[in-house]
């Protein structure tokens, strides 16, 4: 007999944690995993809120428990698990249900599984959520994909687990297909992007000026009652004051500096080269991440590459030069998201609101920062392009604090500390900075050994060639 508003299958770490929200937040919740043992041994950790959840030992169970029309939050590995659970589950469903993948798909799986449920007669929502463990448990972010009507069956509960930021839930349906999880692959992006800038900054503070994990921990905490107010700062803060309590030295020094990565970035940078675009902070990210992994070369690379002879070490760099260099860097970064974003809601007609998207980032989600609610306000108004570094109040800030970043780059390039990301950064501003670049000579290249043509400054028309007389 059906027990439950709500269906979930994948009692990982996410799921188990996102039932237990759901089902605190007063909609019974059948459940089901794979392995079936886990659904026991979930239910019998969950305390009171054990009696508002449903166990479902097979996907037939958990059709069974579910009012029509059924609503199941898929929270499995992304990938081949996600396919494999909804042709476990299709046999026991009716047209009209909706299947919801919470995981971090692909959004391009997001768009084939939409199309092929929706022919077949069944709804499919791509959601992507943001928090990890804790935001699971006590309110993630929350970006929605697919079809509006599919997302009004569910809305009451997503809006009800969701974090909130002054009262507003910070959720929202943004689009069709595969948008949400578009949106969420770019936070990530973004996410990978802000990391690696606090961890250059940090590469700069121990490794050039020779200071302690606490004495640079310190500065983030001081840093996090600022502009650069977010929770990547505070979380840095608190990891770099964090001692091994086995061995008694700093925590960061005994970790191995070889960064994971599970994808999101990747397809970031994918998708950006995909449209036309680049996010190229992002990129530095993702391939610092890389560069990271290879360790027994840099092992190699230590002794053989030389760093800078010159004892000049550039720009004398203050705290604050730091925080605001690290200030303008994460303005970049989130304006290449951004514009990532715009790129892919016109090639994919989503017509994303970048204004709502900032706001359910401000509270439950990785990258949330005191920055989101003054980009809401960017987009909101009349942006060029709708590049943000063309917003008035974004100029503004990156015109006062370009030169710490500037500053910043020339310091760690004389002695020889590496920036990837933010020097990337910075490239991207001097660039959008010169209405006459450097493509001509491009341009000029390209007709000289190919014969493709260009543009010329003082007429209409393409299709002109130069006098290479080839
Ligand atoms: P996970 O390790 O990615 O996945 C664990 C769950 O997937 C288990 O329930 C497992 O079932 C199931 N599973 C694996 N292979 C399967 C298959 N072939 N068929 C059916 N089920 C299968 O766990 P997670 O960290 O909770 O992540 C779940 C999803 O959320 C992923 O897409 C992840 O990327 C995304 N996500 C994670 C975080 C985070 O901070 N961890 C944050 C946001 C989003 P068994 O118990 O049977 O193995």
């Not at 997001?110 to 928090?131: D, H, K, P, Q």
């Not at 990747?266 to 990210?285: D, F, H, N, P």
Request: with cysteine; hydrophobic share 45%; aromatic share 6%.
């Amino acid at each position: 007999m059906a027990q439950a508003r709500i269906g979930l299958i994948g009692l990982g770490v996410m799921g188990a944690n996102l039932a237990l929200n759901i089902a605190e937040k007063g909609f019974p919740v059948a459940v089901h995993n794979r392995t079936t043992s886990a659904i026991g041994d979930f239910i019998g950790t969950a305390g009171d809120l054990a009696a508002s959840l449903v166990p479902a030992m097979t996907p037939a169970d958990l059709a069974a428990a579910l009012t029509a029309p059924r609503a199941i939050i898929i929270m499995v590995k992304a990938g081949a698990p996600v396919d494999a659970t909804i042709d476990a589950l299709k046999p026991h469903l009716d047209p009209g249900d909706i299947l919801i993948d919470a995981g971090n798909a692909d959004f391009n799986d997001t768009r084939r599984r939409e199309a092929a449920l929706s022919a077949e007669g069944f709804r499919f929502v791509g959601m992507g959520v943001s928090g990890g463990e804790e935001g699971a448990r006590n309110g993630p972010s929350i970006m929605v994909g697919g079809a509006p009507e599919a997302f009004a069956e569910i809305e009451d509960i997503v809006l009800a687990i969701a974090a909130t930021y002054q009262d507003a839930p910070c959720a929202a349906h943004l689009g069709s297909d595969g948008a949400g999880h578009f949106v969420k692959t770019v936070h990530n992006g973004i996410e990978y992007a802000d990391m690696q800038m606090i961890a250059e900054v940090y590469g700069i503070l121990r490794q050039s000026d020779g200071r302690s994990p606490a004495q640079i921990g310190a500065l983030f905490e001081d840093w996090n009652g600022g502009p650069l107010q977010s929770y990547l700062a505070e979380i840095t803060a608190k990891v770099l004051a964090a001692t091994d309590p086995e061995s008694g030295r700093p925590m960061v020094d005994v970790i191995l500096d070889r960064a994971g990565q599970k994808g999101t970035g990747r397809w970031t940078v994918i998708e950006a080269l995909k449209l036309g675009q680049s996010a190229s902070a992002i990129e530095a990210a993702v391939g610092a991440r890389s560069w990271s992994s290879v360790k027994d070369l840099r092992e190699i690379g230590q002794d053989r590459l030389h760093g800078p002879q010159s004892s000049d070490p550039g720009p004398i760099l203050l705290d604050a030069d730091l925080e605001r260099a690290l200030l303008a860097a994460r303005v970049i970064a989130y304006a290449q998201g951004f514009s990532l974003l715009a790129a892919a809601s016109d090639e994919f007609g989503w017509t994303l609101d970048l204004a709502r998207t900032a706001e359910i980032w401000r509270a439950g989600c990785i990258i949330r920062s005191a920055l989101l609610d003054d980009i809401a306000t960017a987009f909101r108004g009349d942006l060029p392009g709708g590049s943000l570094i063309l917003a008035p109040a974004f100029t503004r800030l990156l015109n006062d604090n370009i030169g710490a970043l500037r500053r910043l780059v020339a310091r760690a390039s004389l002695s020889g500390q590496p920036v990837p990301a933010m020097a990337a950064a910075l490239s991207y501003f001097d660039t959008m900075r010169h209405a006459r670049g450097t493509a001509a000579l491009i341009q000029a290249q390209r007709d000289f050994f190919g014969a493709h043509g260009f543009e010329r400054t003082d007429r209409d028309g393409d299709g002109y060639h130069g006098p290479w007389g080839n």
